[in-house]
């Protein structure tokens, strides 16, 4: 059974740092595009940033310039460095990635739990 489990959200002033995690775990053939969405109350989930398995990077415009996604050594880990936070960044932020459980087996979308992240002013 494939999981993924993010950590790293928090409380953070407007203008701070914070980097969430997220490590894929359980049997699996691949991992392909992974990425991060966030759902803010009343909002739409939207996509914050997605990565492939050769490192190409795709970003929402109104995280470009201040985050960063990128893919550890262990391919099953994914990181979004989140620079210059501003309160409109307060939302759930959710891991997912695209998984070949078995190798005759069909690509899937696998979601975390989410983790919360708040900015102050």
């Known amino acids: 059974q494939v999981q993924l489990v993010e950590s790293g959200g928090g409380l953070v002033q407007a203008g701070g740092s914070l980097r969430l995690s997220c490590a894929a775990s359980?049997?699996?053939?691949?991992?392909?595009?992974m990425g991060w969405y966030r759902q803010a109350p009343g909002k739409q989930r939207e996509l914050v940033a997605s990565?492939?398995?050769?490192?190409?990077?795709n970003y929402a415009d109104f995280v470009k310039g201040r985050f960063t996604i990128f893919r550890g050594n262990a391919k099953n880990m994914v990181y979004l460095q989140m620079n210059s936070l501003k309160p409109e960044d307060t939302a759930v932020y959710y891991c997912?990635?695209?998984?070949?459980?078995?190798?005759?087996?069909?690509?899937?979308?696998?979601w975390g739990q989410g983790t919360q992240v708040t900015v102050s002013s």
């Open positions: 990565i492939t398995s050769d490192g190409m990077p």
């Open positions: 997912t990635a695209n998984i070949r459980v078995l190798i005759a087996a069909q690509d899937n979308d696998y």
């Open positions: 359980g049997r699996m053939f691949s991992i392909n595009t």
